[in-house]
């Protein structure tokens, strides 16, 4: 929920730091900090708000000196978002600054036994305990200090620490938080996320759980919880410096909008193959598939409702049955699973603090896990069984976007081979479906091209007091993930709902004017959920509908209406949740909301 940078080099590193922060702004924006050392002097400067304001305070960091430091972006868990309680953490006696992107669960009984030691602490936050726990530890060696503290510390961490006595180095831990290295010529670095550092290198370590690197400016060494060292891979990252920028656009959320063709061509490309599907990668080629009797799909936010889509296409494809669950639920529910349970994960950021523990504590039961990933090296494709990638190149903008579809894309793929190879399919079958989700890319640009239409709607809906998002099977997958991007950019209360669920209570709240988004995509319950457009017309609703090209009946009940290309029904989530990305977008930016970074939200919810 954090973001962390450190640098080592010849040049001046605040700068650098600074420009790092900005790329990880979107992981946590309440509050930053950096710290700098010179001279055997450490130098913080730090504050609550977002980079700009530290750019600002620190004339671009001009005014801090030093070719060696540490920064920090925050989303607040202990304590409020105060210029005191960002980081970094300093010792008492300013030898030591820590950067910490985590949750340390024992802080309270730490806290309680560095103050009996005469500690001071400045802050409510958790991370205190971590600068004065390694203070208590040293004893003239930087890393042993750095090492014993972290042994002490229970729950979550990718740590950055100086030390004013040995300043040619940076000290980074990871457990259960992302942190790579950054290895360049003359100069390293690491980051939370590979966005940091892409202007200067593409060269990069991930640490994995329990390990330390040791980083100057010509050296990375890597070692384990035990202090023993480990060889460590180097891994060449791809994508351009462009891919992390906003290329033009107003917002990230419109350009990674924009981008949904060709990520979902990205996501498919590697896979399909003269008719077949293949999963080289991620060694899921060779994978029994008669052996699953179930398929548990688990996930947060709208990788959940990527799964809840995904759960028809299985059903309907694989004659298999699918339960998809919320991962903060499943990981409590004493799951009943085997080992003819598939499991599969849903994740962009592969970091998702609820959707780790749900997949380790099925696999603990048995599960084989499947994970469907976008961020490289993430926690969620280490730990899987197989992974997939979503190759949908970075997401920076809170709300998802191409993440979903990519995953859609990745679910209907699966869904394929799996029923090809079940002989739940017939070939024909298979060769028209695989056919069809070939034609996705064009029909999402179709959708895309309704972009100014959508725009002048949105004048129409962005002062409603309330939006309903209604439809049935993957109607109603849509409508969930349609109404999640509405709340979260535009702050406009919005509610889905399965279109056949209203009579059952929520119909009561439909009135005059109140607006209804209708998806009306999936052709087999097209007559079905024009009965409900009627039902909330005669109570005085205003209708937006969503639906396929041909669907001329539409055209009676609906107010507006917006066709999307025809499409195979069960894939038509894929597609139909363009015009509303695009709708969100447009009643955000409406409502002069900061789309990008949405309040009280983060991009990667490593926290619980
Ligand atoms: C989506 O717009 C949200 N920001 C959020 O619901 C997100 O999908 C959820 O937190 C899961 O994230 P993940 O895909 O990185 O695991």
Excluded at 24 to 50: F, M, P, Q, T
Excluded at 62 to 86: E, F
Excluded at 115 to 121: E, L, Q
Excluded at 141 to 147: G, L, N, P, S, W
Aim: a negative charge; proline letters at 3%.
């Amino acid at each position: 929920m954090c973001g962390v940078i450190g640098y080592t080099g010849n040049m001046e590193a605040a700068p650098i730091l600074l420009e790092g922060l900005k790329k990880l702004e979107y992981r946590g924006y309440d509050s930053a900090g950096i710290a700098v050392l010179d001279k055997n002097v450490i130098s913080i400067s730090k504050v609550s708000g977002r980079i700009a304001h530290l750019c600002e305070k620190t004339d671009d960091g001009k005014l801090l000196h030093g070719c060696i430091g540490i920064g920090h972006t925050r989303w607040a868990t202990h304590g409020a978002p105060t210029d005191t309680n960002a980081h970094p953490h300093m010792s008492n006696d300013g030898r030591f600054a820590v950067v910490h992107n985590g949750i340390i669960e024992n802080y309270l009984m730490l806290r309680d036994e560095l103050k009996a030691k005469g500690y001071h602490f400045e802050s409510q936050t958790d991370t205190e305990v971590i600068v004065h726990l390694i203070d208590m530890y040293d004893t003239g060696d930087f890393r042993k200090a750095v090492m014993k503290a972290a042994s002490r510390l229970q729950g979550s961490y990718a740590l950055g620490v100086i030390c004013a006595d040995d300043p040619d180095k940076l000290i980074a831990v990871r457990e259960y938080s992302p942190l790579l290295i950054g290895v360049g010529i003359g100069e390293n670095y690491f980051a939370s996320d590979v966005t940091a550092i892409v202007p200067y290198t593409r060269n990069v370590i991930y640490l994995d759980d329990g390990q330390l690197a040791e980083i100057t400016k010509e050296n990375i060494v890597v070692y384990d919880c035990t202090g023993k060292k480990v060889p460590k891979e180097i891994n060449h990252i791809s994508w351009d410096v462009q891919d992390a920028e906003k290329g033009g656009y107003a917002h990230f959320m419109l350009k990674e909008i924009m981008e949904q063709p060709g990520a979902v061509k990205a996501a498919m490309t590697p896979r399909m193959k003269d008719g077949e599907i293949c999963w080289e990668e991620s060694g899921l080629d060779s994978f029994d598939v008669h052996s699953v009797s179930r398929i548990v799909i688990t996930a947060c936010g709208s990788a959940y409702y990527a799964g809840s889509a995904g759960r028809y296409v299985f059903e309907q494809l694989c004659r298999i049955p699918v339960q998809v669950e919320l991962a903060s639920e499943l990981r409590y529910s004493n799951p009943i699973i085997d080992g003819q349970t598939l499991l599969i994960v849903l994740s962009q950021s592969g970091e998702t603090a609820d959707t780790i523990a749900a997949m380790r504590e099925c696999m603990k039961r048995g599960a084989k896990s499947l994970a469907i990933v976008n961020v490289v090296g993430s926690t969620i494709a280490k730990i899987a069984d197989h992974t997939v990638y979503t190759w949908a190149g970075p997401e920076i903008a809170v709300a998802t976007t191409k993440g979903y579809t990519t995953q859609l894309t990745v679910l209907y793929l699966l869904a394929l081979w799996m029923g090809r190879k079940l002989g739940t399919l017939d070939e024909e079958s298979y060769h028209m479906l695989y056919e069809s989700i070939r034609a996705l890319p064009k029909v999402i640009q179709d959708a895309l091209d309704m972009n100014p239409m959508i725009k002048k709607l949105a004048g129409k809906y962005h002062d409603a007091k309330a939006l309903f998002f209604i439809g049935r099977n993957t109607d109603y997958a849509t409508a969930l993930e349609g109404a999640l991007k509405m709340k979260e950019i535009s702050y406009l209360h919005s509610e889905a709902y399965a279109a056949g669920e209203l009579k059952h209570g929520t119909i009561a709240l439909i009135d005059d004017h109140q607006p209804v988004i209708a998806l009306c995509c999936n052709s087999l319950l097209q007559e079905k959920t024009i009965s409900n457009i009627v039902e909330v017309k005669a109570r005085g609703a205003e209708v937006l509908a969503v639906t396929c090209k041909g669907n001329q009946n539409i055209l009676s009940v609906a107010d507006d209406v917006l066709y999307i290309p025809k499409v195979e029904p069960i894939f038509s989530t894929v597609a139909e949740i363009i015009p509303l990305q695009l709708l969100a977008y447009y009643v955000a930016e409406e409502n002069g909301c900061d789309i990008d970074k949405p309040k009280n939200l983060a991009k990667s919810v490593t926290v619980e």
